[in-house]
DNA sequence: TCTCTTCCTGACCGTATGGTCAGATTGCAG
DNA sequence: CTGCAATCTGACCATACGGTCAGGAAGAGA
């Protein structure tokens, strides 16, 4: 029954604490929406008393917000894998394995932003307008090249993406489904991996690059 | 400014006023989820005194498993494209015209349908476990059937499911983003049907009956 | 017309929520 | 060791929420 003595520096504090509550957030946000969820529930997953919530974080809107901007980040970066593929085949079919691993490593974070967009973004507007849009004009300008070039079949490159963003989203924001059709348990990591391989055979054949 | 006299007959102000309230309830539980919903913004939205939502369904969740039931409903019919089918071809791109259509035109229902499943389908588990149990597994088993005579590419029929329901449904559950991308504007009739083409040639070229 | 049932609604209630604050505790610089 | 600033938290507050209810208004059947 011996507690650790050792005692903590201020900087580990605020960052362990931070990343506690964030970890917190994601969970019950996307358990609940947020509207549903409420600041004493996230304090008890934290395992912290409510005040000290707002203590880090003013208030809900801005916990929430600092959720929804953190899978952001990790979503736009998984665009960096479809960058320095030498054929289509190869980058489409990295930024699909990267955004499958998303969905599995990050399902809650991925319930937040799926959550946040249907009910019109209303945090994250500017991101939509700005960065998203230029992150989507610059991919797509690379799927055109790629068509243009004749290494891959003429498709629309928006609805390319649109297909791309929504079947992999599938695999986390509607896992519940998934599993419940899957007899109750979670995919599997050879399920996972069959799933990938599914995604990736349909449309890269789907683009003519198969 | 004559009002209309005539009197409403007692069937009729029943449907009138469930109808009403059950279409408030959809657009406002899509728009805010059902944490966020609340029963005052319904009844503003439907026009009606609060008491009087109360009158004709007893508690939020009652009104919620309605709304979330209707377009289950739907959802469920829109298969009825596929059966018919001569070839692989007509029934998997009857099926993705019948979906892209419901994300068209009941997006709020959509909404609310991905809402419910993305937070564990609390009120609608049975659902899952039952009807869309069965009906996925008999979809499922056609689709083997089309693989096993050779008349489409050998894909994972379970998978191919989930790739049809995630790419129709993401021009709803998405819709804002796709409109923020579309430059703020909704898609117009001829995006929609260039949508749909997109969708449909990927798809039926990725499963080899293109 | 009269009676019964359905429909309607303003006022109200208990509870839970987001947020505040004063004061205790604790790491840290000098 | 001392003083300061950062961290912590139980108690508290105003508000908004889901739901109730008594009593009025209005069709329906005789």
Redesign the pocket.
Known sequence: MNETPR????NE??AM?ETLILQAAEKVFAEAGFGG????LIADVAG?????L??YF????ELYRRVVGNIFEIWLHAADSMDGAETPAEGIGAYIDAKMDISRRHPDGSKVWASEVMHGAPVIQDYLETTLRDWTAGRAALIQRWIDEGRMAPVDPQHLLYMLWATTQHYADFGHQIETLNGGKPLSEAQWNAAKASVKQIILRGIGVL
Chains 1, 2 share one sequence.
């Open positions: 005692p903590m520096r201020r504090i605020r604490n969820a409420t600041m004493q912290l008393p409510k005040a000290n707002h203590y003013a208030t809900k809107e």
